[in-house]
């Protein structure tokens, strides 16, 4: 049995069936607000076409050009030429146009009806139309009659106006083709906000005219042109996505300053960093060359990005280089301040203010909230819920990020359960309550490479879109898990390559086309949770990221229906056949380490993975022990249960950093034997 058979037997027998007559067995993600079932389905076939209302402006026409492309991707049926088709089956109706620089709060509601016989979309505006083609998508399923969509009525609109992913192109420089099928995939589910951190320690990102040397000598010479950002900001909009620019200032701007090194607090002599944290370099907040060379530059990129919000970043400013600096010292005494907080909070209310000449809104993180921070400058809260809290209840609006830190390896379930109104939020007032914009999921970069980004993002970042967009009450995780795997596989048509990654990179580390034994150890293990990576192994962006910490997925589908399935062997509800399937997992993973380890030797990039492969089929062999155990109602022995979770706490140790996620359902197995 291969990884993949593996992970299908659990697919099919841990989720069940679908019930028909209820709407959330619709491999809808985000859930829709009103969805009615109906009778029968519409079946799609070679003369399926849409016909579009005059009303229709360009981004509707070129929605439903791309609407077409993916149904041909999902299907394989060469649809007829439109001006060939006659009644076309699918109509889309439009009430207005939209305006040329979307805005926040723009009605992105519609209205679906599929009958048996035809498809009507309708829509206040382009927005919509995006949204529900991309429902009508996810309905398209294979069925005893071919590819058909079920008969249904869906009234739909956002919870939250602000859905956004942040992608950092500083740490790691993230080329054009990669952001753009991350554009694709925002689409898909439903995400309207793409928040670009252009600017690190690592790298400046953006070509500046009027500031060359930014590029010149803070980029190594990666960089997006000004046009390449024009063509992004145009692909973007075509999907129904803003782009919120992020250049990050007073701190985290140590490439800024191999350019420009005026600009800093510090002597010198600086160049871009190649390690990863947080350091000292801190823009000058005393010399008013520092607002002047700051307005030309705002002003300059202002007008490059079109959105009416501009992120000032503001966050983990350590102050030393300040506290350092005999002018800057005698500048805070000179206008009362007393420390670091008070010197960043007048330096970033200056920020503002050039933000706000420029006609945009200010956006910054949490810590550029002060008491007397102005109610028009919107604050991103990542250090937690009582940062939103605060916000809210001083005027300002205000967007969560806490909680969608999806670099950090979490299990979606745990994104998922994460609410911009939940916690600190919940108490808020209604009037309160108006200012939470909603969140964004946020793609730091240390650890990912244009190769692998995509497996980081996706697909969890679809649970956390239903977050944004879905009623607040709808936070089944089981739901959640099968509906996500079936628009995981959707957003292979976009040309994401998060389901594909892993086996081109363990094709490429074992020099082995059929790499078998290597993915059914992939299908045991995760990267280390939140920031343990960092302690177990030193990196810095000259790292190659071509491990297999690197190639696997951050939470494992197989082992999370394994221990799915062990819970339900422990509550004694499994049937026969699932303890049988139970047994076979184990045992496949109990003898994947005699074949793999012959083959291990060959690359120092499967050499490491030795001892984790010894390892990994210990625990199996423990597991089965105990499962045979309690499929015969034997006791385990005390000493053999004190052994055997001896050897799980070691297991559990990360090993060619990697965490074997097989541990606990198996110690669950161990301490149900013994009793």
């Not at 981004?59 to 149904?71: A, D, I, T």
């Not at 690592?202 to 070509?207: A, K, L, T």
């Not at 030797?601 to 390892?615: I, R």
Request: with cysteine; glycine share 8%.
């Amino acid at each position: 049995m291969t990884a993949r058979a593996l992970s299908f037997i659990l697919f099919f027998t841990i989720g069940g069936a679908a019930v028909a007559q209820d709407p959330t067995s619709l491999d809808l993600m985000p859930m829709p607000a009103h969805v009615t079932l109906g009778q029968g389905q519409f079946l799609i076939d070679g003369s399926f076409a849409v016909a579009v209302n005059d009303l229709a402006d360009s981004r509707v026409l070129l929605g439903e050009k791309r609407f077409m492309e993916m149904l041909w991707r999902e299907t394989g049926i060469p649809f007829a030429v439109e001006s060939q088709a006659r009644n076309p089956p699918f109509l889309i109706y439009t009430s207005g146009l939209s305006g040329a620089v979307q805005q926040v709060g723009e009605d992105e509601s519609y209205h679906l009806v599929v009958s048996t016989t035809k498809v009507e979309l309708t829509a206040p505006n382009a927005l919509g139309v995006l949204h529900g083609l991309q429902t009508f998508l996810q309905l398209v399923h294979i069925t005893p009659q071919g590819f058909a969509a079920p008969a249904v009525t869906i009234d739909d609109q956002p919870r939250f106006q602000w859905r956004g992913l942040m992608i950092d192109a500083g740490r790691h420089f993230q080329p054009v083709e990669v952001i753009e099928r991350n554009l694709d995939g925002m689409e898909a589910v439903k995400l309207n906000v793409f928040h670009w951190h252009l600017s690190e320690d690592q790298g400046f990102r953006v070509e500046s005219k009027q500031f060359p040397l930014l590029t010149e000598k803070g980029s190594n010479g990666k960089f997006y042109t000004q046009e390449q950002i024009h063509t992004v900001l145009d692909y973007a909009r075509e999907r129904g996505i803003r782009v919120v620019p992020e250049f990050d200032m007073p701190c985290h701007t140590t490439a800024w300053f191999a350019g420009y090194p005026q600009l800093a607090s510090g002597p010198g002599p600086y160049k871009v960093e190649t390690k990863w944290g947080v350091f000292d370099p801190a823009m000058d907040p005393s010399r008013e060359s520092t607002f002047e060379f700051l307005d030309k530059f705002i002003g300059e990129m202002a007008a490059l990005f079109p959105d009416a919000y501009f992120h000032i970043g503001g966050d983990e400013c350590d102050g030393k280089e300040w506290n350092h600096n005999a002018r800057i010292q005698e500048f805070m005494k000179a206008h009362g301040m007393k420390d670091d907080a008070a010197l960043q909070s007048y330096f970033t209310g200056r920020v503002q203010k050039l933000v706000l000449a420029h006609h945009k809104i200010p956006e910054g993180w949490d810590e550029v909230l002060q008491p007397d921070t102005p109610k028009d400058v919107v604050i991103q809260s990542w250090r937690g819920p009582a940062g939103l809290a605060q916000a809210a209840r001083q005027g300002n609006q205000v967007v969560l990020s806490n909680g969608y830190y999806i670099d950090l390896n979490q299990p979606a379930s745990e994104h998922y359960l994460v609410d911009p109104l939940g916690g600190e939020g919940a108490k808020l007032t209604a009037e309160e309550k108006a200012r939470v914009l909603g969140g964004e999921a946020t793609m730091w970069s240390e650890f990912v490479t244009p190769e692998n980004i995509d497996s980081r993002i996706w697909p969890r970042t679809a649970a956390i879109a239903e977050r944004f967009w879905s009623a607040q009450d709808v936070r089944d995780v089981d739901s959640m898990y099968r509906r996500m795997a079936a628009v995981s596989l959707k957003l292979d048509y976009d040309g994401l390559k998060h389901n594909s990654v892993t086996r081109m990179m363990l094709e490429r580390m074992s020099g082995n086309a059929d790499p078998k034994a290597l993915e059914v150890l992939a299908s045991a293990v995760q990267p280390p949770q939140g920031y343990e990576r960092e302690s177990l192994h030193e990196y810095n962006s000259a790292s190659a990221l071509n491990h297999m910490v690197d190639a696997v997925a951050p939470e494992s589908e197989t082992a999370r229906r394994f221990g799915l399935l062990v819970g339900m062997i422990v509550a004694g509800k499994a049937s026969p056949a699932q303890w049988i399937e139970a047994r076979d997992c184990l045992t496949l993973w109990r003898d994947n380490d005699a074949k793999l380890q012959p083959m291990l030797a060959g690359s120092e990039l499967t050499a490491e993975l030795s001892g984790l492969s010894k390892s990994v089929s210990q625990v199996a062999g423990i597991g089965l022990e105990a499962l045979d155990d309690l499929k015969n109602h034997r006791a385990m022995t005390a000493d053999v249960r004190e052994r055997n979770l001896q050897v799980l706490k070691a297991a559990g140790k990360p090993k060619a950093v990697l965490v074997d996620k097989l541990v606990a359902p198996v110690e669950l197995l161990v301490n149900a034997s013994a009793k």
